[in-house]
Every structure is written in C-alpha cells, then in structure tokens.
C-alpha cells in the first residue's frame, strides 16, 4: 500500500508527479504506473550516458522499461546509499569513476590466473571442432557476412500475419545475383560466397528452408564465441559492480526526470535527453529536434502529433558524416519552410552541421498565422484569378492587332506586342477602377464609423472562424506522438503551452522602431480610408443643393449671356 505523500505540478497541461527527495525515488514503485510519463525507451538516440543505459538494460533488448527502471533504484538501496545524495552531483563520484574505468583499462595487463588459463585454453580448443568451425579458419568472416545482412533477409523471409495455414502462393525465393536493390548488391554476394557456397554449395538463389539451413549452420560458432571465459572475472565483476554504483548515482535521477514526469522537457533552463540540439532556419531557433533513423517511417507515426514537422539531412562534408534529424515548429510562421531551404544545426557538443530540408508536415503554429491565413489565400485566389483574365485579355487583344496589322503593310510585330500590352494595362486599370466604384458605392450615405463597424465586421467573418478552429488544433499538438516515432512508449498525451512553444521556437524579434513604423503605417492607410468616406459624404452633400445654384450659364451667338434652360 503507498502511504507515501507524493507532490503534483500542473505543467504543459499535465498533472505530474514531482521528485524532490530521495524519499520520492524510492517509493516509485509504488506509484500507480498510469501516472509514469514513459513506460518504455530505447538506448539509442538519446543524449545520456550510454554506458549507463548498457548496464541498467540488462536483458540487452536496448530498450529501458520501467522494472529496469525500479531495479536501478533497488541496487542503490541494496548498497544503503542515501538517495538524496542524487539530488547533488558529487565532483568526488566523478573522480571515483575516472579511477575506476582506469583500473578496468588496466586489467588486461594483469597475468590471469591459472584456472583462468586452462578454462581460456579449452575453450580455443573447443573452437576446432568441425561444427563449431564450420567454415574452417575463415568461419569469423562468413559470420560477420551472415549478421550484415541477417536483418534484411529475416525480413524478406518473414511471413505476413494474416497467412492462411494452407495457401496457393509459391514460396519466396531469394536470388543471390541478379534483381538485387543495390544498396545490399555487395552485401548479399559477398554473402552468397561466404556461407551459402561451403554450406549449401553453389546457388543462384536460396529458398527460405536453405535459409534456415545456412542460420543452423553456424548456430554452434556464435554458442561458441558467446561462452568465452572472462579473465580476471571476479576482479571485473567487482569493478563493473563499483561502476555500475557511481554511474547510477551520477545520473540516475536525470534520467528520472526525462522518464517519470519529463521535468527536464518542460524546463525553461534544461535540455531532455532526447533533444539533440538546435536548428537554425528562417530567422528561428528550434530546440525541440529529435534523432531519426527512417524519414518515412518516423514521418507516418509523427503526422499524429498536429504539430508541423520539419525533416531534415545533416552533414559534415569534412568528417563525411550524414544523419538526419526531425524538428517541430511550434512558433512564429511555416510559410517560408521549404523541402531544399537550407539552416544550420547545432549538436549539444558545439559542432555545427549543414541542414537542408527534406519534407515539411504542414501545419498551423500560431493564433498570428491563422489569423493572416484566409486573407493570405484570398489574396492568392484574386491573384491567381487576374492573372488568368488579363492573359486571356492580353492574347485576344494581341490576336486581334497581329490581324489588323497582317491586313495593312505598315504593321509590325513589335508594334502588335506593344499595343496588346498597352490593351491589357488598361483593362487591368479600369478593373481597378470598377473596383474602387463598387466600393466607394458600398460606402456612400455611411458614416464613417459605420465604415469602420463594416471593415471589423469583414474581418472578424473571414479570419475568426480560421482563428477558432486553429486555437482548438493548437491545444491537442502531442509530442508523445513524435516520442513514440522515435521509438519511446509514452503513456499519456504530451501537451504544450502557448508560452512553452515560444520556449521550442524562438522567432527573431523586430526592433521596437520597425512596430512603431508598422502601426503608423497601419494608422495611415486607416486614416486616409476613413477621410476618404467623409469627404465623399460631404461631396454628396454639396451636390444635393437646389438646382438653381447649379445653373449654368450659356453664350449666346452675339455674346450676349444667357441663363440655361
């Protein structure tokens, strides 16, 4: 039963769990799993202390879940260590470790035992064997061929889930020459001739039975070479048990905290283990990057987040090192974000790395963008729409001069060109003009807070539904759905805040001259549309006079002035 108090934090929308204590550590198994954050994680693509991922990963699956989790914290108190201490780094554990992973370094040099020597000896002697050996001196290097391509072709061979018992479909069959992807050409032939020839003898191709046959084939060797004896074990068991101590509680609680509640990602000041740096791209900085290992495949799950996603390819072109990395926006605008714009990412080790963007999951990351957003695609339409009537306009009018100027001997074809673009400039004009009369014929008897209610009114139509519908997408983006991509088990959905998205995405600030200039601009063009409304009322209101003041005078032939009739 758990007596113990725990504490809560309201963040990014989530109640979470807090550690402050040693006392929150070790009474973690007692906390109702549905509050973990994390259930599951994998050893890679992290930015922690690896060696201490190996050792707490001890059914070697390279993942963490959560019993390995509370067997960390279980070897700590086995120990009697005090689990406060984990709350404070120990600058004497770090030198303690320094010496211990010297002593490790240290201990291939130290003459084994005698038992250690006889056990090493039959061992060796046991390699010879002819089933153990099967490829005789060169059996190391058939089976470094077997494991390079071992993935792929588990793959091929793999049956698909729903196959019926008894089926019509032929048996798959490799070819081992020919119709091969060329990323694994070299790989497959180099395997052919390693283990397939002295197993099977020659084939052009293998039959999943053959498979089979060349995996059991050198099923002792790999017995074999997993039972080699340590040397020096107990002196390496004990050293391993004293890394293993210091290595836990170096790092034990930071990995709690990317685990349990990750604290470390909603923090304004620190960085979670699975963010791998910042990208800069298009005036912004984003820190929330994550390692991928396959765009596609990391894409179809990601898309799930809402979040606007941008997948990119770095490279050191110096050190001929690629690796490719997903980035959330969650910020500013996307509309400049590009498959082919280029940015710079930086790793949390200082080194900078060319990134071009690959694919862009579009979606909406601000209240500003959806706001400007149907205006932005109206803007586009109209663009779009006057576009295709002007070239209409222009070829039909320069269709017609190219005929007048066939029909006399004077006419060009500069001068034909000239006079279609002369025509659809005027056309384009006197579109603007019919637009300018239906507007002032809108406006005309309004006052001119009246026009100022309409424009509002105009506004509010077209944007606040983008802007309401944008709200409630923004508020169900979940990072937990990108995590899962990259191979965690999030347990409960990841939200963020408005603040803590401008916390991932930090967009360049304009100085406060450029604001200033922008709402006078603004105020400007207000200004002049609202004296524009009153002067034309006041217009109407000069010619609505009795039309006796209106008259006008004529000339007779004899110059004598007459009143109009």
């Known amino acids: 039963m758990d007596t113990h108090i725990w504490k809560w934090s309201h963040t990014g929308r989530l109640q979470q769990v807090k550690l402050e204590s040693g006392a929150d550590i070790a009474n973690l198994a007692h906390l109702d799993r549905k509050h973990w954050l994390a259930i599951s994680m994998p050893t890679t693509g992290v930015r922690f202390d690896l ?3 190996e050792l707490m990963d001890t059914d070697g699956d390279k993942r963490i879940r959560t019993p390995e989790v509370l067997a960390a914290i279980e070897f700590l108190k086995a120990k009697d260590v005090n ?3 984990l709350f404070t780094k120990s600058a004497d554990d770090e030198r303690k470790l320094a010496d211990v992973l010297a002593r490790q370094a240290d201990l291939a040099k130290v003459e084994p035992s005698a038992a250690d020597k006889k056990a090493l000896a039959d061992w060796e002697a046991a390699g010879q064997a002819p089933e153990v050996a099967v490829c005789g001196a060169a059996t190391a290097d058939a089976e470094a061929a077997l494991a390079a391509v071992e993935p792929v072709v588990d793959a091929f061979f793999l049956p698909p889930e729903d196959m019926p018992l008894v089926t019509e479909e032929p048996d798959k069959v490799l070819p081992l020459a020919t119709h091969l992807n060329p990323k694994h050409l070299e790989a497959i032939r180099t395997f052919a001739e390693k283990c397939v020839t002295p197993v099977l003898g020659a084939q052009t191709e293998l039959s999943r039975l ?4 060349v995996k059991a084939a050198f099923a002792p ?5 997993a039972a080699k004896p340590v040397m020096n074990a107990g002196v390496k068991g004990a050293l391993d048990d004293e890394e293993r101590l210091l290595r836990y509680k170096l790092g034990l609680r930071e990995l709690l905290e990317n685990y349990v509640n990750m604290a470390r990602l909603y923090s304004e000041t620190d960085l979670a283990i699975f963010q791998t740096g910042t990208l800069r791209i298009d005036a912004k900085e984003m820190n929330l990057c994550f390692h991928v290992e396959s765009e596609a495949a990391h894409a179809a799950l990601a898309e799930k987040s809402k979040c606007c996603l941008l997948y990119l390819k770095l490279a050191r072109p110096a050190e001929g090192a690629t690796r490719f990395l997903c980035a959330v926006v969650t910020a500013g605008t996307v509309g400049q974000l590009y498959a082919g714009r280029n940015g710079v990412f930086y790793d949390r080790d200082g080194k900078d790395w060319e990134a071009v963007v690959t694919k862009v999951v579009e979606s909406q990351v601000s209240l500003a963008e959806a706001f400007w957003s149907p205006w932005r695609k109206l803007g586009e339409g109209i663009a779009a729409s006057v576009k295709k009537f002007l070239g209409d306009k222009q070829a039909a009018a320069q269709k017609n001069v190219e005929s007048a100027a066939q029909a006399t001997a004077g006419g060009s074809a500069g001068g034909a060109a000239m006079a ?5 400039i005027g056309i384009g004009v006197g579109m603007m003009g019919t637009a300018v009369a239906a507007i002032a014929a809108s406006v005309k008897g309004m006052a001119w807070w009246q026009v100022l209610v309409a424009i ?5 139509v077209v944007s606040l539904p983008s802007v309401i519908l944008t709200w409630f997408k923004l508020r169900q983006r979940d990072l937990g759905a990108i995590l899962n991509a990259s191979g965690w088990a999030i347990n409960r959905p990841m939200r963020f805040t408005v603040q803590r998205a401008r916390g991932f995405t930090k967009c360049a600030r304009h100085p406060c001259c450029c604001r200033l200039l922008a709402v006078l601009a603004a105020a400007l063009v207000l200004a002049a549309l609202v004296w524009t409304c009153v002067a034309r009322c006041c217009c109407e209101a000069t010619c609505a006079e009795p039309e006796a003041t209106c008259e006008v005078t004529e000339v007779a032939a004899d110059g004598a002035a007459q009143p109009a009739n």
């Open 51 to 53: 060696r201490m991922l």
């Open 83 to 85: 689990l406060d201490e």
């Open 210 to 213: 053959g498979y089979k046959k």
């Open 221 to 225: 060797y790999r017995a074999w070479v």
């Open 420 to 424: 279609s673009s002369v025509a659809a």
């Open 456 to 460: 509002a009114a105009v506004v509010l």
